[in-house]
Structures are given as structure tokens and as C-alpha cells.
């Protein structure tokens, strides 16, 4: 097994998302990082092989960690147009989001020390306003700057708009991270979860939100699965519990449980107006707590421990 070599390296001197770079610079950059990758972004390893194509791009596993991810990121990872407008948040949570919000309020309830909580990508910051509630003293980090702005000035919260590496955050200050959604855009996820160890105090959690690569919906769909989109939603790291656990490890954290729920073999979003959506959501529902119950659901948390004494 090789160490990180320099294909990981090398991605370290990639742009980030919110820098804007010309396709020709971007293009220099793609053909610096070579057709194929040499090793795993997360474990190192060198056992690749070609997962799937799609959207004109191969996606990568991982044999010993089964991380898959998209090598050839760019110019398509970035917006290179600064007049696109930021992408619309919701502004009001729904009953679902409250009941969501309320459960992971209760998971993290037996760490609260500090009383401090870092959401990584808040977007509107329904769950922060949840969480300030609850009578935590919640912190955002969110990319796009209107975003943050408005989030800011709406809602009255602490966001600081960038990257956590822009952040100016200080060692062991919070007792749980939180993101949703956000893993499977990161280029360097190992430097990430680095600075959510440093910023944890020792013993605090961090709850990771995002899709199961190794799921029953993405294995029966393959390269169909819809979480599969690199373009345009810019999804390219595919995590499952025993990449979450390759990540942990790389990273100094603990992974306390990678819980997973959802089967849904087609979105109902993507059945709508479809005679047969009414069986397919019929026939889908018991399979959910199943998939579940054996660790194989779509939608999973990695649930990761900065270790107590670090
Ligand atoms: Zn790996």
C-alpha cells in the first residue's frame, strides 16, 4: 500500500471552488493532475479501478476503502461564470426539517460542554436557528458570499462566509461539527476533516451528512444512481461507511456508527406525474427500514469522535 502520493498532492494545489480561474488555466491544471490517479484522496492506497462513466467522466473506486470519486474535476467543478447567481436556499423548514433538526439536536445533546456548534456549509441556516433554539451558540461557514451575507443579516448568526480554513477558528472550541450535504463536494476532504479535528474538542462529535456509495439504490443503479451527478450538482466524493471509516482513521477521529436509511429505487421527485408512482412508493416503503437495518440505506451520517485525551 502506498502513502499519499503525488496525485493527492498535487490536488492540494488545486483551486478551490470559489476562486475563479479562465478554462485555460483550469485546463493546465487537469493535465498537471494526469489522466488516471495514482492513489486513494483518502487512504492512500494505490488498488484503483474505473467504478463507472458517466457524464463523460470516469469515477474511481477505491479497493481497499471503497471510496469513489471523480479525478478529472475540472473545468466542469467550477462555476466560471461570476454572474451566475447563488443558488436559492429555503427559508422556512418544513415539517420534515423539524423533525430532522429535533433528532440530531437530541444526538448531540449528551456532548454539549461549550455549548458551541460549527454547521460547515449553513446555506439559510434553518438548522443553526434550530440549534440557537435549542440554546446552542451555533457558528456557520458558507462559500457563496451573498448566501452568507444574507444569512447574516436575515437571521442574526454568526456566519463567515469562505472555506473553515478562512475561518480564524480556534483549537477545540466546539463540541460538535455538523454539515449536510457537503462531504461529497469537498476537492481535499482529508484537509477538511483535519481542521474539523483540530477546531473538536477532545471527545466532540462530528455528524457528516450525506449518500451511501455502497447502498442498495446505488448498487442496483450503478451509474444511473441519481446521486451520481457531477455535473451540475458538482457531487465528487462518494462516501459509505467503510470509506467513513478510511477517513476517521486518516484523520485522527473516531467513527462512533455510520447509521444509513432510505431505499428508494427512483426518487418520488422522479417518478412525478407517473401512473405507477403510487405502487412504486407503496412497494418501496418496507424496504426502507430494511436497507437500514443491515447499514445498506442511501442517506447516511458518519457519525466521528475527536478521541477523548487527543
Ligand atoms: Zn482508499
Excluded at 472550541?173 to 481535499?188: A, L
Aim: aromatic fraction near 8%; charge should be positive; glycine fraction near 8%.
Amino acid at each position: 500500500m502506498a502513502t499519499r502520493s503525488s496525485a493527492a498532492a498535487s490536488l492540494a494545489d488545486l483551486p478551490r471552488p470559489h476562486e475563479r480561474h479562465t478554462p485555460a488555466q483550469l485546463r493546465e491544471r487537469i493535465d498537471a493532475l494526469g489522466e488516471t490517479p495514482d492513489a486513494c484522496v483518502v487512504c492512500g492506497a494505490d488498488e484503483l479501478r474505473k467504478l463507472l462513466f458517466r457524464d463523460g467522466k470516469w469515477f474511481w473506486m477505491c479497493k481497499a476503502c471503497e471510496f469513489v470519486w471523480v479525478h478529472d474535476i475540472y473545468p466542469e467543478f467550477v462555476d466560471l461564470s461570476p454572474d451566475t447567481p447563488p443558488p436559492a436556499f429555503k427559508q422556512a423548514p418544513g415539517a420534515k426539517d423539524r423533525a430532522d433538526f429535533e433528532q440530531t439536536l437530541r444526538r448531540i445533546e449528551s456532548v454539549r460542554q461549550r455549548n458551541r456548534l460549527l454547521e460547515l456549509g449553513c446555506a439559510s441556516g434553518l438548522f443553526m436557528q434550530a440549534a440557537r433554539e435549542a440554546g446552542w451558540q451555533p457558528t456557520g461557514i458558507e462559500i457563496e458570499p451573498q448566501v452568507a451575507q444574507a444569512t447574516r443579516d436575515q437571521r442574526g448568526l454568526d456566519v463567515r462566509t469562505g472555506e473553515i480554513f478562512d475561518a480564524h477558528l480556534e483549537d477545540g472550541e466546539f463540541d460538535v461539527v455538523y454539515s449536510n450535504e457537503v462531504i461529497e463536494h469537498v476537492v481535499e476532504p482529508l484537509a477538511l476533516m483535519r481542521e474539523v479535528h483540530r477546531v473538536l474538542r477532545p471527545g466532540g462529535m462530528a455528524l457528516m451528512r450525506t449518500g451511501n456509495a455502497r447502498s442498495w439504490v446505488a448498487r442496483l443503479r450503478g451509474a444511473d444512481w441519481n446521486y451520481y451527478r457531477f455535473a451540475p450538482a458538482n457531487h465528487i466524493r462518494y462516501w459509505s461507511p467503510r470509506a467513513g471509516r478510511a477517513l476517521a482513521k486518516s484523520c485522527g477521529l473516531e467513527l462512533v456508527a455510520a447509521p444509513t436509511r432510505g431505499f428508494a429505487f427512483r426518487e418520488s421527485r422522479e417518478v412525478r406525474g407517473r401512473w405507477y408512482r403510487p405502487l412504486l412508493t407503496l412497494a418501496q416503503a418496507p424496504l426502507s427500514p430494511l436497507a437500514g437495518w443491515v447499514g445498506a440505506g442511501h442517506r447516511m451520517t458518519l457519525i466521528l469522535r475527536r478521541p477523548h485525551g487527543d
